[in-house]
């Protein structure tokens, strides 16, 4: 596909413009980047308390519950989560295409290298937020920074896949 040849600099500039992001997040401390002050301003109702207070499981050999963290400390775990299985996600997708090129005719290539690739960044970034006062490095947030990393890249290799099909298809027909 040319159209991703030619846009293969926008993706790497993508790919960089997150892992600024994730190491500049990563040098925060966790008091610098809490959104429980947030919480609690506009959750000040706490919706969904009571669905949520059923709720409870270990994270990282830490049990998370309402009961244990608080209401806002709990929806903040949620967020926080969400945000590294996202960010993982879209590093996935954009290292993915970022390499396309290098590895077009072999599909499980383009799908292993990027999900490698954002899994070694997972695990820097872990050690690099281990540098920082008051953060501790995660095993379990590699583990889900790497799926939502396999995730992105699964999800374009068989984009990639269908709509090279579709157009393969198209010109068959077309020739005759």
Same mark, same amino acid.
Request: net charge positive.
């Given at each position: ?14 790919? *960089?413009?997150?892992?600024?992001? &994730? ?9 610098? %980047? @809490?959104?429980? !002050?947030? =919480? ?52 996935? *997708?954009?290292?993915?295409?970022? &390499? ?9 290539? %383009? @799908?292993?290298? !990027?999900? =490698? ?60």
């Amino acid at each position: 596909m040319n159209s991703l040849k030619t846009k293969q600099k926008w993706f790497w500039g993508i790919v *960089v413009l997150i892992e600024a992001i &994730l190491f500049y997040s990563s040098s925060m401390t966790y008091k610098e %980047q @809490t959104s429980v !002050p947030f =919480l609690e301003k506009y959750l000040s109702g706490r919706p969904f308390a009571n669905a949520l207070k059923g709720i409870h499981f270990t994270y990282g050999g830490k049990v998370q519950s309402i009961e244990n963290d608080g209401y806002y400390h709990f929806v903040e775990f949620f967020i926080r989560k969400g945000a590294h299985f996202g960010i993982y996600l879209a590093l996935g *997708v954009f290292l993915c295409l970022a &390499l396309y090129t290098y590895f077009k005719d072999n599909w499980l290539l %383009q @799908t292993i290298i !990027p999900w =490698l690739s954002a899994t070694g960044l997972a695990a820097f970034d872990e050690f690099h937020q281990g540098l920082t006062g008051g953060r501790t490095p995660s095993v379990v947030d590699v583990i889900l920074d790497s799926s939502g990393a396999l995730l992105g890249s699964v999800v374009v290799v068989l984009i990639l896949y269908f709509v090279i099909k579709h157009k393969d298809k198209n010109k068959i027909f077309s020739i005759k």
